[in-house]
């Protein structure tokens, strides 16, 4: 912590993380909240994503379009999974969710080892944003990581909007509340089901994605990404999109500032902050008891 | 079922007079999960606590064997063993305190974000070895007065020490849940919330159940490092945790034989799907033939392995919310 530049550094570092962090915590809170269901393969959607956006950037040759492709594939491997596996799941106990999911990792990691290769790939920076902003003589900022943050901040919005202003996410709000209810009232659930948790592997996959450049592209980069993930949404609150906003913020910046403050314990600094929250409210921030 | 058990067990102690010397080690391994299943399946199948992280425990014995055995010496198992016990049983108690303030899917998150504090911790950590782990040269020494009533350096020895310890655990348990403790943690399993209107400290029981489970782990986790003269950060991994768990799941969750069942199971059908013999290279991805038979297992045999040997309803527990 030299000066105002580097701490201000380590807190856009935090954030970015942050942001990052929510657009996976937010769909395996929202998938819990209202279909009930524990999902442990979330993270290999985010592995998912990055290996798309590597696969695609070798036959488009730019990230964008690489992305806006990707995300339609995510979509619709998102509704395939959904029809063909998690379906029969929304009745199950927690147990099965657990066994069923775990083994569903294991097989996207080993289709991705089939397909990509064990090799770990990095993803060049887009060229037009390909520089820093200096800061001082020896500090810059990477635009890429702002423009990161900037996709981020624009999708944590859009969610919002249609959350709390439109007709599907007011049937998604009741739907976090009361399942049976809903129904009773006519709506099509499923479809609802459907919708959001295509969207939770839109948002993973997304993630992967757009962190592809700065984060490269590794195996097993899922399982890391989940359990931080987990971490996350206990921290917020199962089912609340402002308890992952929240918490992806605050692990964020415990995660950066713990690598910088206390090196030899960094790792577990999250860890910490989860006991801490844990022992002052157990249903986390935003959750109900 | 008794016949069935009695009999698995009469073959397992028969083993080695056949076995290989391959085999005799891979069975002894598979029993030492098997222990470790068991004591998972005490928080699982009949306390109703879904815990993700009890590798967590597994690992805290094996490192403190590494710990506690010098360098080129071998450590006392009648020293090392009972530290290795009561390590693992504080840290049960810490980290039980904590993760049983949450119930349901919380607890599966926080049991699973324990567990991987520690793989982070031992990762980083120099003493603990860091990324690589640390070997132990040489098997912790029986010798007691002047008698040394076995040799864990020798197989078929070793394999007899994991045995009598199944069977050990087993009768423990076996004992412990047919007890008023057991009586009362099944009932903590079927509804929480009249164990407590009964006047049962509820928290308390979930406590004793989540230490002895831990504990019981922390003694498989010592041996297994014992066996193999080594320990890395794996052994807290989450890999670990969730194989453990499938074992219990897979094997019959609620009953005392599934587990074994289970780690037996998944072993012998991890160590044929990985056989380059078979599968001529194909046998490197392996864990996918075995996520698919997981993915279809939970899809079509709802009652574990040990389930289609069973008739009458499903052991498992409700959950506790949803």
Redesign the interface.
């Known amino acids: 912590m030299a000066d105002g530049y580097t701490f201000l550094i380590q807190i856009l570092n935090g954030v970015q993380y942050g942001l990052l962090l929510f657009l996976v915590a937010s769909g395996l809170t929202l998938v819990f909240g209202i279909m009930g269901v524990i999902n442990l393969a979330h993270g290999s959607f985010y592995m998912m994503g990055a290996y798309l956006a590597f696969s695609l950037m070798e036959l488009v040759g730019n990230l964008w379009l690489a992305i806006l492709l990707g995300i339609p594939l995510s979509i619709a491997i998102g509704l395939a999974l959904e029809a063909l596996l998690f379906r029969r799941l929304y009745r199950r106990d927690h147990l099965d969710q657990v066994l069923l999911t775990y083994g569903l990792i294991l097989i996207m990691e080993e289709v991705r080892s089939l397909l990509a290769g064990d090799d770990v790939h990095g993803i060049e920076v887009p060229k037009l944003l390909d520089f820093s902003i200096r800061l001082t003589d020896t500090l810059a900022y990477p635009v890429y990581r702002l423009v990161m943050s900037g996709i981020c901040l624009g999708v944590a919005a859009l969610m919002a909007l249609v959350i709390q202003r439109t007709r599907l996410g007011m049937t998604i709000r009741a739907g976090a509340d009361n399942r049976e209810m809903v129904q009773l009232l006519g709506i099509d659930i499923g479809l609802v089901y459907r919708m959001v948790f295509a969207a939770g592997v839109a948002l993973a996959a997304l993630a992967g994605m757009i962190a592809a450049p700065v984060a490269s592209v590794y195996p097993g980069m899922g399982n890391q990404i989940l359990i931080i993930s987990f971490v996350v949404v206990v921290i917020g609150g199962i089912g609340s999109i402002k308890g992952a906003f929240l918490g992806s913020l605050l692990i964020g910046l415990a995660d950066t500032f713990g690598q910088v403050l206390a090196p030899e314990i960094a790792g577990v600094t999250v860890y910490m902050l989860m006991a801490a929250v844990l022992l002052w409210r157990p249903a986390g921030l935003f959750g109900r008891a | 079922m008794r016949v069935l058990l009695i009999a698995g067990l009469g073959a397992l102690a028969l083993y080695p007079l056949v076995g290989s010397a391959f085999y005799l080690q891979l069975f002894a391994k598979i029993m030492l999960l098997a222990v470790f299943a068991m004591s998972l399946d005490l928080l ?1 199948g009949f306390t109703g606590l ?1 815990s ?1 992280g009890h590798a967590a425990f597994f690992g805290l014995g094996a490192y403190t064997l590494m710990l506690l055995s010098p360098e080129y010496q071998a450590a006392s198992i009648w020293l090392s063993l009972p530290v290795a016990v009561g390590v693992t049983a504080v840290a049960a108690l810490v980290i039980g305190a ?2 049983l ?2 119930s ?3 607890f ?3 049991t ?3 567990a ?2 520690l793989y ?2 031992a ?2 950590s120099k003493a603990l070895g860091g990324s690589d782990g640390a070997y132990i040269y040489v098997k912790p020494d029986a010798a007691l007065l002047g008698w040394r009533p076995f040799d864990l350096g020798n197989r078929v020895h070793f394999y007899y020490v994991a045995l009598v310890l199944l069977i050990g655990t087993y009768a423990l348990l076996r004992t412990v849940l047919r007890s008023l403790f057991g009586h009362v943690i099944l009932g903590i399993r079927a509804n929480e919330r009249r164990m407590g209107a009964l006047g049962y400290p509820v928290f308390r029981y979930k406590l004793a159940a989540f230490v002895l489970a831990g504990a019981i782990a922390g003694v498989a986790g010592y041996l297994e490092a014992a066996q193999f003269g080594y320990v890395s950060p794996e052994f807290f991994g ?1 890999q670990e945790s ?1 194989s453990v ?2 074992m219990v ?2 094997g019959g ?1 609620g009953t005392l034989f599934g587990p074994i069942l289970g780690a037996f199971a998944l072993t012998l059908l991890q160590d044929f799907l990985s056989d380059e013999a078979v599968f001529h290279g194909f046998h490197k ?1 392996w ?2 033939p ?6 279809l ?3 079509w045999l ?1 009652r574990g392995i040990g389930g289609l040997a069973l008739r009458g309803p499903r052991a ?4 506790a919310d ?1």
Do not use: S
């Open positions: 699982v879904v993700l904590l993760v303030r949450t349901g899917v919380y599966i998150m926080v699973l974000a324990f991987q504090m982070y911790f990762i980083k989450w969730g768990l499938m799941i897979l969750v991805h864990l996918l075995m996520g698919l038979f997981i993915v297992a939970v899809l709802p498992v527990p409700e959950t949803d």
